[in-house]
């Protein structure tokens, strides 16, 4: 049996040539904005560039080196694309609506980019406000090595009862002793992060915490049990800060900006849900009418995961 590229493969070299505007017959690109020629296609400098912009900033000789690579990727590109067109891969059903749907998702993409780019960036003074806030991240940064237990279990009673046998405890290891006698499930691990690896809901109480210190952590699908075993200060002063503030706060507005213009959309649209999606729609609102009072938000990081700690401030790394 022939072996062929990934089919998920071929959907984006395909769309990401469609995307590029590789060279045609009809349409030649000037001479010395080609980089190379695969049969009858050319790869521009352009393309080039494009995908060197996406590297971040490297210095002048990197970015030298990088350009060969890129070029080198992108004939290998280029010539699975022509054997992908060559086997009609592009008329290809499935192929077709998995590139429709990267095209809808660009565009849609594009959009909220569009929306942000009339953000006004941070000021000088929301930078240094943040700053002062937020000492656990930066003038009392701590790096954090702790030892934890995630507990699997949703019982309604279960932390009523963890919270009154941890007035008893001294260390995790006699946490673990009473769970194995209630044949509760749990794993055990260890870890070490900085400040802003950890959620930004839970900083505030490791921040509180001093070494050998027992604290419980509610989730959606459990609890943790996490003990400080040690920590050590490595601040961080206002200038090192600013750039990564910066790029929080940047991110933080976006994220804002998208969720008011999605409300706003759907506001104005006409919506209607169809068949048993309807039925489901129905009855979401038949629960929010009965109980409009939102149920207490569990961080999103903790949601994710309570098995380990999260990742942190998206942008303060």
Request: proline residues 5%; glycine residues 4%.
């Amino acid at each position: 049996m022939l072996a062929f590229p990934c089919r998920n493969n071929l959907i984006l070299l395909l769309l990401v040539a469609a995307l590029a505007g590789c060279g045609s017959d009809d349409e030649k690109k000037p001479a010395t904005q080609v980089a190379a020629k695969v049969n009858k296609e050319e790869i521009s400098v352009h393309q080039i560039n494009n995908v060197l912009a996406r590297t971040g900033n490297i210095s002048p000789e990197q970015a030298k080196a990088a350009s060969k690579q890129i070029l080198e990727k992108l004939v290998d590109q280029e010539l699975l694309v022509q054997q992908a067109m060559e086997s009609k891969l592009d008329r290809d059903p499935k192929t077709m609506q998995a590139i429709e749907a990267a095209r809808r998702e660009i565009l849609s993409r594009a959009y909220l980019d569009k929306v942000a780019s009339s953000l006004v960036k941070p000021t000088p003074d929301e930078v240094r406000d943040f700053y002062t806030k937020h000492p656990e991240l930066f003038s009392e940064r701590r790096i954090y090595q702790f030892q934890q237990l995630a507990i699997q279990t949703t019982a309604s009673d279960f932390l009523p009862r963890l919270q009154q046998q941890m007035s008893n405890v001294k260390s995790l290891a006699e946490v673990a002793a009473w769970l194995n006698t209630e044949k509760i499930p749990f794993a055990a691990n260890s870890g070490t992060k900085a400040a802003e690896e950890l959620p930004m809901e839970l900083l505030p109480k490791f921040h509180q915490m001093k070494d050998g210190q027992i604290g419980v952590i509610p989730g959606r699908d459990g609890v943790m049990v996490v003990q400080l075993t040690a920590s050590r200060s490595m601040s961080m002063d206002e200038k090192a800060a600013t750039p990564f503030i910066e790029q929080f706060l940047n991110n933080q507005r976006r994220m804002e900006a998208a969720e008011k213009e999605m409300k706003q959309l759907r506001e104005k649209a006409k919506i209607e849900y169809m068949g048993e999606f309807a039925t489901a729609k129905a009855d979401d609102e038949k629960i929010k009418a009965a109980d409009p009072k939102p149920a207490p938000a569990v961080p999103a990081e903790t949601k994710a995961d309570t098995t380990h700690m999260g990742k942190g401030l998206s942008g303060l790394k």
